[in-house]
Nanobody, 124 residues
Framework: QVQLVESGGGLVQAGGSLRLSCAASGGTFSRFAMAWFRQAPGKEREFVQS????????NSADSVKGRFTISRDNAKNTLYLQMNRLKPEDTAVYYC?????????????????WGQGTQVTVSS
């Protein structure tokens, strides 16, 4: 059973930066495609970015393209999300997710394991 634990969330002013981390355990991290999703109050969970198990391929939602960067360190069993030029509309709980395949896309249904989430709040 894979466990995912997010960290790095917090309160930041618009235009600022945050780096989220997701520590994985209980499985072979390098055999999972990984992704970040987010969910704002009253809204559905939405895709942010995904990355293949080798890290060679990534996919991004248009809303964060050019501002957010997903990466992974398979030696440390850790997934990252570098978030720059944050906007108030980025405020949400951010979740990491793992899929038992080499690459996965934007669908929530594609992922097998989920973390508990970390809150990101961007003030205007």
């Amino acid at each position: 059973q894979v466990q995912l634990v997010e960290s790095g969330g917090g309160l930041v002013q618009a235009g600022g930066s945050l780096r989220l981390s997701c520590a994985a355990s209980g499985g072979t991290f390098s055999r999972f495609a990984m992704a970040w999703f987010r969910q704002a109050p009253g809204k559905e969970r939405e895709f942010v970015q995904s990355i293949s198990w080798s890290g060679s391929s990534t996919n991004s939602a248009d809303s964060v393209k050019g501002r957010f960067t997903i990466s992974r360190d398979n030696a440390k069993n850790t997934l990252y999300l570098q978030m720059n030029r944050l906007k108030p509309e980025d405020t949400a709980v951010y979740y990491c997710a793992a899929a038992r395949k080499s690459y996965s896309g934007p669908g929530v249904y594609e992922y097998d394991y989920w973390g508990q989430g970390t809150q990101v709040t961007v003030s205007s």
